[in-house]
């Protein structure tokens, strides 16, 4: 687990799909504030083990695992896509462990939707990339975030997680919805989304109509990256949120 500073309340911020940890170094900068502030490496990714299972159960409970071992009490957690439903299962599974959530980006329901759509798309990425500049430049808008996710080899920049575990872990979203993960959190829940959502529409908000005091936000103009698209909405929506949760 990677300590970005802060004291106090543990925040723990979980990346997306081909993330790892260190793509919210931004974020943790304003965060120090409200709490101690940490990031996750999901297993697949950055410095976590490659092996499965790769079920959203076993994440949750990575998750879990982590926060027992910071022995900090109930922690916040702040997830993107991924991310976010890893916080939602951890929310459901281990409520003890979990004081609030915030989710960004993610749909319960995405069955039908096969790696097929994504494989031909990811594969036609110029891997290896010639720098992060190069990195930057291709992926526009969402560059910054990207530069973090990959590594320096011999020929150049490559993603750090290996394109058939991801497959591997989105055909999951595919096959089933989790609608029972929803109806199982009892904490805090705010849901970020971006308007030209990635997610199938009117998700999110359903969600928030399904959590008892849950919050939605549709951020203008960002698409599935809110926090790196349109940081001042995201962080204004988030310090509300937390200074609300933890009675700033």
């Known amino acids: 687990m990677l300590c970005f500073g802060g004291s106090g309340v543990p925040i723990v911020l979980l990346h997306g799909l081909m993330g790892r940890a260190r793509t919210w ?8 504030p409200y709490g101690a502030v940490y990031g996750l490496d999901a297993r697949g990714h950055g410095n976590a083990p490659r092996v499965g299972p790769w079920t959203t159960e076993r994440f949750a409970d990575d998750v879990a695992e982590a926060l027992e071992t910071l022995d900090a009490g109930p922690a916040v957690l702040i997830g993107h896509s991924m991310g976010g439903l890893h916080a939602w299962a951890t929310a459901a599974r281990h409520p003890e462990l979990v004081r609030a959530v915030v989710s960004e980006d993610f749909a319960p329901d995405q069955r039908g939707r096969t790696v097929e759509t994504w494989r031909g798309y990811f594969e036609s990425w110029p891997v290896p990339f010639a720098s992060l500049d190069h990195v930057r430049e291709f992926f526009g808008d969402a560059g910054e975030y990207f530069a973090d996710c990959v590594e320096e080899r011999a020929d150049g920049f490559h993603l750090v997680a290996d394109l058939e575990d991801l497959y591997g872990i989105a055909a999951e979203w595919g096959r089933r919805d989790y609608w029972d993960v929803v109806a199982a959190i009892r904490c805090p829940l705010l849901l970020v989304e971006g308007e030209h959502t990635a ?12 959590v008892d005091g849950a919050k939605h936000l549709v951020v203008p103009g960002s698409a599935h990256l809110p926090h790196d698209e349109a940081p001042e909405i995201y962080r204004g929506a988030v310090e509300a949120f937390l200074s609300q949760v933890l009675n700033r």
């Open 199 to 210: 997610m199938p529409p009117g998700q999110q908000a359903l969600v928030a109509d399904r």
């Open 25 to 32: 170094w931004r974020v943790a900068q304003w965060l120090r």
